[in-house]
């Protein structure tokens, strides 16, 4: 059975950073493209990183570029994002998620439970 | 604001079918066949219930349906179930990123 589960979250002050991991279990975790996807409270769904299987390929949502990066490390089976310079309106439950193939391309199947991160003075 | 625009809401009574649209552009919809559709309970994560436009993963009821038509995907409940109710988000590719719509909530009567 897949299982992913996030970790990393809690409550940081704006300008402050945080690095949210996600350990994956039962299938091989180099084989496919892995996402972060979050969502505000009461909110839609945001895309906000993904990366290939072997990080060639990696893109970042507009609201995130220059201040959130994504890694990956195959022989962990974890996914990271390093968040940095946070601001109120990243607040939200931070998905992983697994892509269905190697490449960004593919969509996200399974998600786990979602860290909860709070950005607040 | 969402990229793709969904419909707040829809309803319908036990039995019968229920369409969900989704509204993106060239960059996003109508330019990939990489649409896809997601169902979320309260409190719980997304589950993924259509990939690929109009491919259902297994597990997945053959109740639900998608299509597209141009810039507009649309999600198709066929048989209402009253564990149907639920929200329910698209989401497209858009060339090295991902946009998703601002979710439908579906109510069952």
């Known amino acids: 059975e897949v299982q992913l589960v996030e970790s990393g979250g809690g409550l940081v002050q704006p300008g402050r950073s945080l690095r949210l991991s996600c350990a994956a279990s039962?299938?091989?975790?180099?084989?496919?493209?892995m996402h972060w996807v979050r969502q505000a409270p009461g909110k839609g769904l945001e895309w906000v990183s993904g990366i290939s299987w072997n990080s060639g390929s990696i893109g970042y949502a507009d609201s995130v570029k220059g201040r959130f990066t994504i890694s990956r490390d195959n022989a962990k089976n974890s996914l990271y994002l390093q968040m940095n310079s946070l601001r109120p309106e990243d607040t939200a439950l931070y998905y992983c998620?697994?892509?269905?193939?190697?490449?960004?391309?593919?969509?996200?199947?399974?998600w786990g439970q979602g860290t909860l991160v709070t950005v607040s003075s | 604001q969402s990229a793709l625009t969904q419909t707040p809401s829809a309803s319908g009574s036990p039995g019968q079918s229920v369409t969900i649209s989704c509204t993106g552009t060239s960059t996003n919809v109508g330019g990939y066949n990489h649409v896809s559709w997601y169902q979320q309970h309260p409190g719980k994560a997304p589950k993924l219930m259509i990939y690929?436009?109009?491919k259902r993963p297994s597990g997945v009821p053959d109740r639900f349906s998608g299509s597209k038509s141009g810039n507009t995907a649309s999600l198709t409940v066929s048989g209402l179930q009253a564990e149907d109710e639920a929200d329910y988000h698209c989401s497209s590719y858009a060339g090295s990123s991902w946009v998703f719509g601002g979710g439908t909530k579906l109510t069952v009567l």
């Open positions: 690929e436009v109009n």
């Open positions: 998620a697994k892509g269905r193939h190697l490449v960004l391309m593919d969509c996200f199947d399974p």
């Open positions: 039962g299938f091989t975790f180099g084989d496919y493209a």
